[in-house]
């Protein structure tokens, strides 16, 4: 697929959020109704681009994988086109989850990264459904249950947080700031 860009910017090798961050700053770069390419390695940063897109107001136009790098293109939005990001607002921290867990509190931790983030290491208990398939599978989680989303950093979690909560979630929590500074207990797939 040969698309007209006016920037491409390079976030191969680079993992969540990282891809995000070159793409805020890029997206800075160009012109209202312009074209940006975000050449990325990372699986995530597929449901990461889309749903930061949906999220701003830039327009997602699509993704196309080619030997293992995903071509990502976005429109900028027109000012008056643009919302300001919004951030899931009920967080906990990594201590106040890791205190319920050890309680023995009844919880259900829903673990977004993708499947190889998860094996090599998650929370015991914790459910495994990437951001990327979470639409697709909703009906494994229970809209009254209380829900923890976690990811690395805080952020693809935040975008599922997000979605759950329009989808009827309504008792949902962002674990922050996530697997990168978890302290708990780890289970690894063998």
């Known amino acids: 697929m040969n698309v007209l860009v006016n920037k491409m910017i390079d976030a191969k090798g680079l993992a969540c959020p ?18 940006l390419e975000v050449q990325a390695t990372d699986k995530g940063s597929v449901a990461d681009i889309q749903g930061w897109a949906k999220n701003t107001g830039h327009q997602y136009l699509g993704t196309v994988e080619e030997n293992g790098v995903f071509r990502h293109y976005l429109r900028k939005a027109d000012p008056h086109e643009v919302k300001e990001e919004t951030k899931y607002p009920h967080t906990i921290t990594n201590e106040e989850l890791q205190t ?18 998860y094996a090599f290491g998650h929370i015991p208990s914790a459910i495994s459904i990437s951001m990327g398939e979470l639409d697709s599978r909703l009906s494994e989680l229970k809209p009254t249950d209380e829900i923890y989303v976690i990811c690395r950093t805080g952020n693809r979690s935040d975008l599922a947080c997000q979605l759950l909560d329009e989808k009827g979630f309504k008792n949902v929590k962002n674990v922050l700031p996530g697997m990168t500074q978890w302290m708990g207990s780890i289970e690894k797939i063998q």
């Open 18 to 35: 990282m891809p995000i961050v070159k793409t805020k700053k890029a997206i800075e770069e160009i012109q209202p109704g312009q074209v």
């Open 100 to 117: 319920r867990i050890e309680n023995g509190n009844d919880l259900v931790i829903l673990d977004v990264r993708e499947p190889a983030e």
